[in-house]
Nanobody, 120 residues
Framework: QVQLVESGGGMVQPGGSLRLSCAAS????????MGWYRQAPGKQRELVGR???????NYGDFVKGQFTISRDNAKNTMYLQKNRLKPEDTAVYYC??????????????WGQGTQVTVSS
């Protein structure tokens, strides 16, 4: 079994910074693409961005350079960084990953989400 766990969420003041982590663990053989998504109250889940195994990134249309995604393959961990947070960044942030387990079965896994609230 494979698990994804997000961490780093919480309450942040406007103008503050955010660094989320998504750690994969379990019976992992290989992780290819990983991604961050977010879902604000009353809205649909939207893509923040994705990162390939070699570090290539693509971001959602709304991002406009505001977020930075990176990963550490040795740690099976992906990161999301954003400075100058705004109240509209309030959302549950989810990660996902395309993972081959030790039986060589590929599957997309999701984390449980981490709440980020931007408020003074």
């Amino acid at each position: 079994q494979v698990q994804l766990v997000e961490s780093g969420g919480g309450m942040v003041q406007p103008g503050g910074s955010l660094r989320l982590s998504c750690a994969a663990s379990g019976s992992i053989f290989r992780i290819d693409d990983m991604g961050w998504y977010r879902q604000a109250p009353g809205k649909q889940r939207e893509l923040v961005g994705r990162i390939s195994r070699d570090g290539s990134t693509n971001y959602g249309d709304f991002v406009k350079g505001q977020f930075t995604i990176s990963r550490d393959n040795a740690k099976n961990t992906m990161y999301l960084q954003k400075n100058r947070l705004k109240p509209e960044d309030t959302a549950v942030y989810y990660c996902n990953a395309d993972v081959a387990d030790t039986s060589a079965i590929w599957k997309t896994y999701w984390g449980q989400g981490t709440q980020v609230t931007v408020s003074s």
